[in-house]
């Protein structure tokens, strides 16, 4: 069972712009962190937000949690080429484990 | 890649055959996890190890056994390989709990079970 549920699954925009994605996910969770994975490539941490924080910011990555509605986004401002990439996020919950959803594939477009 | 290599990077093997991946580290640190990837699944946790000796189960992890001697070793056996077992593997470590911190992620190993 998957964690999280990235939305959507795929994105594609010209670079300057600025490209969301969410993230759902099922159960309680402590911290919730989003990863990023270039095309034949392991994953490489992005951010982790803790479940009593509301918005975290790391250069041009702003991401949000929503305990309420037990959801998350990551913004990426001003994409570049180099963005292009898939992203996933992960929670850790009851678990005791990281749970990654099944992530969104960005592309951007030069 | 925060000192972690995998090894084979690409396998081919047969079904029925035994299959036994490697992770080793060069971080020190105490968390070791094998996930596998597959297309609409995202990540899914096989096994992990908190410790030399100390694993447990993760959410797939029939199937698979896994083995940490030493703190830079954990490797990942596929005791009968079978064709529903074809992915790419990650190996992941982390300092301490994901609870608190971040995982690390090797390259993958790319196994094909004809």
């Known amino acids: 069972s998957q964690q999280g549920e990235e939305d959507p699954q795929a994105l594609s925009i010209q670079e300057g712009e600025n490209a969301t994605m969410n993230c759902s996910y099922k159960t309680s969770i402590n911290n919730l962190q989003w990863y990023r994975q270039n095309s034949g490539r392991g994953l490489v941490h992005l951010i982790l937000?803790?479940?009593?924080?509301r918005e975290k910011h790391s250069g041009r990555l702003r991401v949000t949690l929503d305990t309420s509605k037990k959801s998350s986004s990551l913004l990426i401002t001003a994409s570049r080429a180099a963005d292009t990439a898939s992203y996933f996020c992960a929670g850790y919950g009851s678990a005791r484990q990281l749970t990654f959803g099944s992530g969104t594939q960005l592309t951007v477009l030069p | 890649d925060a000192g972690i290599t995998q090894s084979p990077r690409h396998k081919v093997t047969e079904t029925g055959t035994p299959v036994t991946l490697r992770c080793h580290q060069t971080e020190n640190h105490r968390y070791m996890y094998w996930y596998r990837q597959d297309p609409g699944h995202g990540l899914r946790l096989i096994h992990y190890s908190y410790g030399v000796k100390d694993t447990d189960k993760g959410e797939v992890s029939d199937g698979y056994s896994v083995s940490r001697s030493k703190t830079e070793d954990f490797l990942l056996t596929l005791e009968s390989a079978t064709s529903s077992q074809t992915s790419v593997y990650f190996c992941?470590?982390?300092?301490?709990?994901?609870?608190?911190?971040?995982?690390?992620f090797g390259q993958g190993t790319r196994l094909t079970v004809v």
């Open positions: 992941a470590i982390s300092q301490t709990d994901t609870l608190n911190t971040e995982a690390f």
């Open positions: 937000i803790r479940s009593n924080e």
